[in-house]
């Protein structure tokens, strides 16, 4: 039996949890039907989009928890999501992905943290769908645990220096 015929995902007494939202932003179709595969069967309810002018439109309506960026998107970067996630004081957790330099992924995350979101790991492209879902537990995590924008605590802070 596949990940999707497990159920939904379970707390530590059993119960059912709620599906957690998971926004994805990559111009790569094949990317984004990868993640939406492996996320799907991990418990998320994906809205994958392909073109950058509707990330602003996805993120309101969907309203995720944790948030993919592909950094570098045709003719946009991810920057631009990142400045618009901060503005409207984003909540969700926020991953970036990248088939850029790994510094430029750093670099981007530190921005995002001065910024006060709640960003996690980062993934250089190519990653395999163990490093997807160790990142998405560990977004789901920081979302869950109600660190970053609105009462960050320092140990939070800690946590994601510990990713650079």
Wanted: charged share 25%; aromatic share 4%.
């Amino acid at each position: 039996m596949g990940a999707q015929d497990a159920g939904p995902a379970r707390d530590w007494k059993g119960r059912a949890l709620k599906n957690s939202r998971l926004l994805v932003l990559d111009d790569e179709s094949l990317v984004c039907d990868f993640i939406a595969q492996v996320a799907t069967g991990d418990g998320f309810d994906v809205v994958a989009i392909l073109e950058p002018n509707e990330f602003a439109s996805a993120y309101r309506s969907h309203e995720p928890d944790v948030i993919i960026l592909d950094l570098q998107i045709s003719d946009h970067d991810g920057i631009e999501q990142l400045r618009f996630l901060a503005t409207n004081e984003c909540q969700a957790s926020v991953l970036l992905i990248s088939g850029m330099d790994g510094r430029v992924l750093n670099t981007a995350r530190r921005l995002g943290v001065t910024q006060g979101l709640r960003m996690t790991k980062t993934l250089p492209k190519p990653f395999g769908p163990n490093e997807l879902r160790s990142a998405l537990d560990d977004a789901r995590g920081l979302t869950l645990s109600g660190s970053g924008r609105n009462g960050s605590s320092r140990n939070s802070l800690a946590k994601m220096k510990a990713y650079d």
